[in-house]
């Protein structure tokens, strides 16, 4: 298995254009992983899926890591397999809030749904993608989730309004019962678990007796 995942990451590092910084390693001895600079990205995965001795058809999974402390503080995780070969291999680039990062829906149009999410969630823009769109929050929604930096109640909120019969968006009302907090975990608050009433009924029962 070393062998094979070294001359594929040897294979997969030539994919790459001449002259740009990029690197593999082979991490717990089984996950192949390729780093590139952001510009070598679309030539490297059209080389990863074209070239036969790699036959990456397939974009599994997009996602990406969050590093605050970071100038790039993004890296953009790419889980790409290959059916003719039966292995797997991970490529990441890394950018930051501003600079965009190049579509590979040309390649593989599943990309769409991952870039889409991952745009949603990090805010990572992606360049061409001419579908980025909100995915998992709400059209109201400002801020991306994983950056944690957006309000934890969010500004609007969506219900259905039987007298008008639509949905309709307004601002978050909160009660004021709702922000008194006991700070206790579910189980620490929880005195009395179900059930307990059957104990303390047999307790009494026996107590009763003669």
Partial sequence: ????????????????????????????????????????????????????????????????????????????????LSLTHNHRIRVIVSTNEVLPVDSVAGLWPSATWYEREVWDMFGIVFAGQTDLRRLLTDYGFEGHPLRKDFPLTGHVEVRYDNARGQVVYEPVKLVQDFRNFDFLSPWEAMTTLPGDEKVHLNRIEQGNKP
Avoid at 50 to 61: H, K, S
Wanted: with cysteine; net charge negative; hydrophobic share 45%.
């Fill in 1 to 80: 298995m070393a062998d094979t995942l070294e001359d594929l990451g040897k294979a997969a590092l030539a994919a790459a254009p001449l002259g740009v910084n990029a690197d593999y390693a082979i991490l717990r001895g089984k996950e192949l992983v390729l780093t590139l600079k952001r510009e070598a990205l679309l030539p490297t995965m059209r080389a990863l899926r074209d070239d036969p001795r790699l036959a990456f058809e397939q974009c599994m999974d997009i996602t990406a890591v969050d590093y605050p402390s970071r100038p790039e503080r993004f890296d953009v995780v790419y889980n790409l």
